[in-house]
Antibody, heavy 118, light 111 residues
Framework: EVQLVESGGGVVRPGGSLRLSCAASGFTFDDYGMSWFRQVPGKGLEWVSGINWNGGSTYYGDSVKGRFTISRDNAKNSLYLQMNSLRGEDTALYHC???????????WGQGTMVTVSS | QSALTQPASVSGSPGQSITISCTGT?????????VSWYQQHPGKAPKLMIF???NRPSGVSNRFSGSKSGNTASLTISGLQAEDEADYHCSSFTSTSTPYVFGTGTKVTVL
């Protein structure tokens, strides 16, 4: 079964750090680019960051540029998001998703919740 | 980059057709044929329903169709069924510094 499972979310104080992981299974991980998205409960989706198949190219949304770092380990079929200098507005459910190569995302994980609060 | 504009809610009776609009600008929806639509049931992961404005992934019902005119894309659900009750999100590739922008989301209710 093709699957993405996120982990690593939790409660963190403003200014703190957190590292999210996304474990992929059921497909050849290094054939695909991957992205992270976030969603405030009850609100719309926001693209956060993307990475190409070998990690050689990375992309970030303006709201996280300079604070978040995306990476991947193809040997472990895993995607990561290192989040530093966290702010209240980063509070959201974070999803990872597979890039279908058509500027659309065809496989999504259920998400891991990040809460930034003092 | 502002979010694409979608109606907050759309409703219809079983068997009817409904259309959800998604309005952007010439920098996103109007500039590229890279509009996609996602269905999301409560507490579930988003599911890709339409890509490249009007293409359906394998396994998606042909009751779902997409189109675009100018800066506005549309998702039509025909023969509305109870299982179609969900949130729907549009997305577009953009020419701005953030490559993808999403819509504000639409809640579809089957009466």
């Amino acid at each position: 079964e093709v699957q993405l499972v996120e982990s690593g979310g939790g409660v963190v104080r403003p200014g703190g750090s957190l590292r999210l992981s996304c474990a992929a299974s059921g497909f050849t991980f290094d054939d695909y680019g991957m992205s992270w998205f976030r969603q405030v409960p009850g609100k719309g989706l926001e693209w956060v960051s993307g990475i190409n198949w070998n990690g050689g190219s990375t992309y970030y949304g303006d709201s996280v540029k300079g604070r978040f770092t995306i990476s991947r380990d193809n040997a472990k079929n895993s995607l990561y998001l290192q989040m530093n200098s966290l702010r209240g507005e980063d509070t959201a459910l974070y999803h990872c998703a597979r890039d279908s190569s058509r500027h659309a995302f065809d496989i999504w994980g259920q998400g891991t919740m990040v809460t930034v609060s003092s | 980059q502002s979010a694409l504009t979608q109606p907050a809610s759309v409703s219809g009776s079983p068997g009817q057709s409904i259309t959800i609009s998604c309005t952007g600008t010439s920098s996103d929806v109007g500039g590229y044929n890279y509009v996609s639509w996602y269905q999301q049931h409560p507490g579930k992961a988003p599911k890709l329903m339409i890509f490249d404005v009007s293409n359906r992934p394998s396994g998606v019902s042909n009751r779902f169709s997409g189109s675009k005119s100018g800066n506005t894309a549309s998702l039509t659900i025909s023969g509305l069924q109870a299982e179609d009750e969900a949130d729907y999100h549009c997305s577009s590739f953009t020419s701005t510094s953030t490559p993808y922008v999403f819509g504000t989301g639409t809640k579809v209710t089957v009466l």
